[in-house]
């Protein structure tokens, strides 16, 4: 009798069952990448508007022609970004020297020892960074198409951000001064007290830092108004609270 091959034996048997083994591979199992695959599948890094950065009316989020969203600090990989917090306290004795910084066509004199550097949030024009004991603070520069809501209501946003000293009102710890220069109005807004501003606009969580001041000006006369706004210790601020009136004093509309 002719012998017959074993079927198991068969190449072509042999290459069926390799066929159904792989077809029939756990569903959950990784396939390797390839040489071609993203270095990592982490999701962009979203950035968010600073505490106090949100004006009043419909323009949140709006950011000025020509200014990209830069990260609210340095990063590497997905490390966290770097606390928004007063930092590198360090004794300062102002000067007296100043140099010229121009914002859009706004034209202003500033201390030397007040640091330019890339606006730490993406609704911001400008930022600049003012040394002091009570630690590092930013003078923010925002310009909001519309105006951002009009002088009062962005005053009364402000107020709503800080809790007055005890048996202290709002209003007593608050210092509204407008100056007309032609073809520029200045208001500027002095509060002192506990900022209580939102650490993120829209989420809830407050600050909650006494000793606290605000200075802040609303510059008009010159299309959509620009916002000067510096909130930190008083400890900082307080030092630079009279450079800050000269640098309003010096504003000017550039050719």
Not at 194 to 214: C, D, I, L, Y
Request: proline residues 13%.
């Amino acid at each position: 009798m002719r012998e017959h091959p074993s079927i198991s034996s068969s190449p072509l048997v042999l290459l069926a069952f390799t066929a159904i083994a792989v077809a029939c591979s756990p569903a959950g199992e990784t396939k390797p990448k390839s040489a071609d695959a993203p270095a990592s599948d982490a999701p962009p890094v979203e950035v968010k508007a600073h505490a106090g950065d949100t004006p009043t009316q419909a323009h949140d989020g709006g950011m000025p022609p020509g200014h990209p969203a830069v990260p609210a600090g340095p990063m590497m990989g997905n490390a966290p970004a770097k606390p928004a917090t007063p930092e590198n306290p360090r004794e300062v004795t102002p000067s007296g020297e100043a140099r010229s910084e121009a914002f859009a066509e706004i034209k202003v004199d500033v201390p030397t020892e007040w640091t330019r550097r890339p606006p730490q949030s993406s609704m911001r024009l400008a930022e600049l960074v003012l040394p002091g004991p009570g630690g590092d603070t930013p003078l923010a520069i925002y310009r909001f198409p519309g105006g951002a809501g009009g002088v009062e209501s962005n005053i009364n946003r402000w107020k709503g951000q800080f809790v007055p000293p005890e048996g202290k009102t709002i209003d007593e710890v608050t210092k509204v001064v407008t100056e007309e220069r032609a073809p520029l109005k200045i208001t500027r807004v002095d509060i002192q007290g506990t900022n209580n501003a939102e650490v993120m606009p829209g989420e809830g969580e407050r600050h909650n830092a006494p000793g606290s001041r605000m200075l802040a000006a609303i510059v008009e006369g010159s299309g959509d108004p620009f916002f000067f706004k510096v909130v930190g210790p008083s400890a900082t601020v307080d030092i630079w609270a009279p450079a800050f009136e000269t640098m309003l004093a010096s504003a000017a509309v550039g050719e």
